[in-house]
């Protein structure tokens, strides 16, 4: 389907802006004759709002300054996911890409609404949501491990990168090559916040009585994220061995994994230590808890 959409400056020239592929109705209805895919994206609002809704209930009855900003943080993680789970569902924040020559790829096409559109699936929406709920992750494991300022800063700024070029990645369409160029950028951005992760978090979290609980959601978090890359790299995005619905159901339950258990974990810590995480809401310089 081709819309072409002429623009006229006075007497001047025309301007033809072409816009191929599929519209956001088609996706939505296509997503529904997918069924795995289809599950993986509802299944998700669901769990995402309900434990939004549990996550609150556990929460409200915070004090502590500290403790309450880690609650918002980890509150943050569900609500992004309804929102991008939506985004997705609707059709808004997913296309059809042609890719590269050299792709596993090339060539595909797919039909939608009655119609063959040249190009792959993408689900685009994703790493631009992660964008915003990885950096909430972090931030509450940050504060819960008494990290100083620089280097919850390193790590959100780093991670927000790693998700940044990952988007870059999948939406590249001109050279194969520079696909696997931003995909790479974006592992060494991954590598920084490993780094800081398993090597100055779990120091800091010793000081701040907090190692326990940290050593747990860090162990959860690294296991479950070093999966994403992975699944990039087997999925339509990558050397295309896994079916978009496939690629699409392990994004969700590392989703489920890594963020909905994740906060579970971490908010009923919070919530029956209190006065464990308690402290000033800015983090402290030296990367002992703040109030020490
Ligand atoms: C990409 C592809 C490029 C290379 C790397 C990636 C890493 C993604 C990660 C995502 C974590 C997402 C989470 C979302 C929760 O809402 C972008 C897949 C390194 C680690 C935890």
Redesign the pocket.
Known sequence: MTETLALSSGTESLVALQQEGPTQTEIFEWIFTEPILASSLYVNIALAGLSLLFFVFMTKDLKDPRAKLIAVSALL?PT??VASYTGLASGLTIGVLEMPAGHAAEGSTVMMGGESYDGVVTMWGR?LT?AL??PA?LLALGLLAGADGTSIFTAITFDIA??V??LA?ALTTSSHLLRWFW?FI??AC?VVVLYILLTQWPKTAEAAGTADIFNTLKLLTVV??LG??II?ALGVEGIAVLPVGVTSWGYSF??IV??YIFVFLLLRYVVSNESVVSGSIMPSATGTPADD
Do not use: R
């Open positions: 993680v992004v996911s790493y992660w709920s990885t992750i790693m998700c070029t990952g990645a995909y974006s592992c991954f479950m994220w994403y890359p990039w590392l989703d890594a963020k």
